[in-house]
């Protein structure tokens, strides 16, 4: 990260001096309406070169996963292959149009139907909809076919979503958009769902539960069957956050542990973009009983036989059966959640990602994400406290709480972490464990890379000792140093004023 002073592109405006040259009008003239016409329009006046430039120095300034170990725990920010790129820039994928009909898509709608039908393997379900635009998106959606299915089945006194305490924070607020109330439930001393605490909270009210398996402590629920049980015996469903997916690949799959519906995070699991660098993408599985509640349209298959090929000349018989994919809303959706067919971009870097590391790459996805957060967890667990001891999947919890260094919070070693060249991991969530600090190295990164990372927490932790105020004051190499980050908050500047 080049430490650059960079003015904003304003600031670097000359008065009269243009970037851009634009072609003779090939249509005719038409004036713009006055009252859209504006003469205080202080937009920058710059060359091509000071544009390119200027956001090529910024880009210097900025992190990501392309420049080094990003471990923001719970957010898998893993390497993205650049063929996912490739391949979804692709001209047939490019240029063609929602509008378009179905007749002259078919290669679309083959690659959502494959990619329907591979999570569906990957998850054990019997049904998936591709709609949702986000992980907090399918979240919502889920639960909007959790509502709808009981109340087909009369169960319209339902009102409350069970919520364990080591849940993602999106959980609660799809509930609430959803209009039912939360009851969160207690972790027990290993860092399950707490079966006594569910069971008192168990009655004819409840839709289900939400959960987060492995949970964002990163531990695997060791109880999970027995959870799904108790649910469905009091009338409810499950719902599974698959954000966690990451360490489930090819081993287990959720329908087999209860699950009745959950959302994919294909920018997360199947290595699209996440963040800043692209949409995402959420969508949902059921079991069977669900299936007809999905949002819509999905795509189906069609077989094509010989009556309803008519007019076309074929040589022999096989060729006469063709399969045409069609859209098609289930019996009872619970309508369209998203305009078109979803986050068709994503959806074509997620299939990529699969059917080039095919079921064993899947398993070894999640085989390595284990390994590695195992690795690191065993080397820094000496120094940094560790609230559950056991076997971690993807990620793991520690707390950013120093002995011998009692003046230092969890945010100083996130800051002083930059200095070493590392994103910080995710700071004081989950709020059970004091002092936060959530570490998912994932399965992208080396030995070497783990290493680096591990030696940085250790160096951090006897810096904290002998020279508190290093950590303190940092980040120190980096374009700006420690920011007011309360004041920022609260004070937004989000405009550029010119100077008075």
């Given at each position: 990260?080049?430490?650059?002073?960079?003015?904003?592109?304003?600031?670097?405006?000359?008065?009269?001096?243009?970037?851009?040259?634009?072609?003779?009008?090939?249509?005719?003239?038409?004036?713009?309406?006055?009252?859209?016409?504006?003469?205080?329009?202080?937009?920058?006046?710059?060359?091509?070169?000071?544009?390119?430039?200027?956001?090529?120095?910024?880009?210097?300034?900025?992190?990501?996963?392309?420049?080094?170990?990003?471990?923001?725990?719970?957010?898998?920010?893993?390497?993205?292959?650049?063929?996912?790129?490739?391949?979804?820039?692709?001209?047939?994928?490019?240029?063609?149009?929602?509008?378009?009909?179905?007749?002259?898509?078919?290669?679309?709608?083959?690659?959502?139907?494959?990619?329907?039908?591979?999570?569906?393997?990957?998850?054990?379900?019997?049904?998936?909809?591709?709609?949702?635009?986000?992980?907090?998106?399918?979240?919502?959606?889920?639960?909007?076919?959790?509502?709808?299915?009981?109340?087909?089945?009369?169960?319209?006194?339902?009102?409350?979503?069970?919520?364990?305490?080591?849940?993602?924070?999106?959980?609660?607020?799809?509930?609430?958009?959803?209009?039912?109330?939360?009851v969160e439930i207690k972790s027990d001393e290993r860092g399950n769902?707490?079966?006594?605490?569910?069971?008192?909270?168990?009655?004819?009210?409840?839709?289900?539960?939400?959960?987060?398996?492995?949970?964002?402590?990163?531990?695997?629920?060791?109880?999970?069957?027995?959870?799904?049980?108790?649910?469905?015996?009091?009338?409810?469903?499950?719902?599974?956050?698959?954000?966690?997916?990451?360490?489930?690949?090819?081993?287990?799959?959720?329908?087999?542990?209860?699950?009745?519906?959950?959302?994919?995070?294909?920018?997360?699991?199947?290595?699209?973009?996440?963040?800043?660098?692209?949409?995402?993408?959420?969508?949902?599985?059921?079991?069977?009983?669900?299936?007809?509640?999905?949002?819509?349209?999905?795509?189906?298959?069609?077989?094509?036989?010989?009556?309803?090929?008519?007019?076309?000349?074929?040589?022999?018989?096989?060729?006469?059966?063709?399969?045409?994919?069609?859209?098609?809303?289930?019996?009872?959706?619970?309508?369209?959640?998203?305009?078109?067919?979803?986050?068709?971009?994503?959806?074509?870097?997620?299939?990529?990602?699969?059917?080039?590391?095919?079921?064993?790459?899947?398993?070894?996805?999640?085989?390595?994400?284990?390994?590695?957060?195992?690795?690191?967890?065993?080397?820094?667990?000496?120094?940094?406290?560790?609230?559950?001891?056991?076997?971690?999947?993807?990620?793991?919890?520690?707390?950013?709480?120093?002995?011998?260094?009692?003046?230092?919070?969890?945010?100083?070693?996130?800051?002083?972490?930059?200095?070493?060249?590392?994103?910080?991991?995710?700071?004081?969530?989950?709020?059970?464990?004091?002092?936060?600090?959530?570490?998912?190295?994932t399965e992208t990164e080396s030995l070497e890379s783990l290493d680096?990372?591990?030696?940085?927490?250790?160096?951090?932790?006897?810096?904290?000792?002998?020279?508190?105020?290093?950590?303190?004051?940092?980040?120190?190499?980096?374009?700006?140093?420690?920011?007011?980050?309360?004041?920022?908050?609260?004070?937004?500047?989000?405009?550029?004023?010119?100077?008075?």
């Open positions: 990260m080049a430490k650059i002073v960079e003015p904003l592109i304003f600031e670097l405006s000359s008065p009269g001096r243009v970037g851009a040259t634009l072609p003779e009008l090939d249509v005719p003239p038409a004036d713009i309406p006055a009252e859209l016409c504006r003469e205080d329009l202080p937009l920058p006046e710059v060359s091509e070169v000071d544009v390119v430039r200027h956001f090529v120095r910024l880009s210097r300034m900025n992190y990501g996963v392309d420049l080094g170990i990003y471990p923001l725990g719970s957010c898998t920010m893993k390497y993205n292959p650049k063929v996912n790129e490739v391949a979804a820039r692709l001209p047939g994928f490019v240029y063609t149009h929602p509008y378009q009909p179905e007749d002259q898509v078919q290669g679309n709608l083959q690659l959502m139907w494959e990619l329907q039908e591979m999570l569906k393997a990957i998850s054990g379900f019997a049904g998936v909809s591709l709609q949702p635009a986000a992980g907090a998106h399918g979240e919502l959606t889920g639960i909007l076919i959790m509502r709808a299915y009981l109340h087909d089945q009369g169960e319209t006194q339902r009102d409350t979503i069970l919520i364990p305490d080591s849940a993602h924070g999106t959980n609660p607020a799809s509930t609430a958009m959803a209009g039912f109330r939360v769902v707490d079966l006594e605490h569910l069971k008192a909270n168990l009655n004819d009210r409840v839709v289900g539960l939400m959960l987060t398996n492995p949970n964002t402590l990163g531990l695997f629920d060791e109880h999970v069957c027995e959870v799904s049980r108790l649910v469905h015996e009091a009338g409810g469903l499950m719902y599974g956050d698959g954000a966690n997916m990451n360490a489930m690949l090819g081993i287990v799959k959720p329908a087999d542990l209860g699950i009745d519906v959950m959302h994919f995070n294909l920018h997360k699991t199947f290595s699209t973009p996440h963040g800043g660098g692209g949409p995402g993408s959420g969508p949902v599985g059921v079991v069977e009983k669900l299936v007809p509640y999905l949002p819509g349209p999905i795509v189906d298959i069609q077989v094509v036989g010989e009556e309803e090929h008519a007019g076309h000349a074929h040589d022999d018989e096989e060729e006469m059966v063709e399969v045409f994919f069609r859209l098609v809303m289930p019996a009872k959706s619970i309508g369209r959640v998203k305009t078109f067919y979803g986050q068709f971009g994503v959806m074509i870097k997620a299939y990529t990602y699969i059917r080039m590391l095919g079921a064993e790459g899947m398993r070894r996805v999640a085989e390595n994400a284990v390994i590695n957060a195992n690795y690191l967890m065993a080397k820094v667990k000496k120094v940094y406290p560790l609230p559950y001891d056991r076997l971690c999947k993807h990620e793991f919890v520690v707390e950013g709480k120093l002995k011998d260094a009692p003046d230092i919070h969890a945010l100083d070693i996130s800051k002083r972490l930059i200095d070493y060249g590392v994103h910080p991991p995710t700071n004081y969530f989950p709020l059970i464990v004091p002092e936060a600090l959530m570490i998912e190295p680096y990372f591990a030696d940085a927490l250790l160096r951090i932790a006897e810096e904290a000792k002998t020279n508190p105020e290093l950590l303190h004051e940092a980040p120190h190499n980096t374009p700006v140093s420690r920011l007011d980050e309360v004041g920022a908050a609260r004070n937004p500047i989000l405009r550029w004023k010119p100077a008075e």
